[in-house]
């Protein structure tokens, strides 16, 4: 699956992009930190492709894993 996003060294980076532009969404894929557009993220979860959303809550990044198994698909 071919996936266009900005990527940063941190997650706090990807996450502050969000936040400045005003548009993106934070996830984290395997070892890289991206900024993605939202329906791509919605076509990888729905692809089975691993990966979190990264958000700050109250000044601490937090990770929300995609789980494979909610969208049909197995281990």
């Known amino acids: 699956m071919q996936i ?4 940063f060294d941190t ?3 990807a996450i502050q992009y969000t936040h ?4 993106g ?5 395997g070892v ?3 900024v993605i557009r939202q329906d791509d ?8 492709v691993e990966f979190a959303y990264l ?3 109250k000044g ?3 990770t929300i894993p995609v789980d494979r198994r909610a969208h049909g698909r197995s281990p």
Do not use: F, K, P
Not at 4 to 7: D, P
Not at 41 to 48: N, S
């Open 4 to 7: 266009e996003g900005i990527e």
């Open 11 to 13: 997650t706090g980076e």
């Open 20 to 23: 400045a532009a005003g548009h």
């Open 25 to 29: 969404t934070a996830i984290r894929a």
């Open 32 to 34: 890289r930190n991206l």
């Open 41 to 48: 993220a919605e076509r990888m979860a729905a692809a089975g």
């Open 55 to 57: 958000c700050d809550h």
């Open 60 to 62: 601490h990044i937090v």
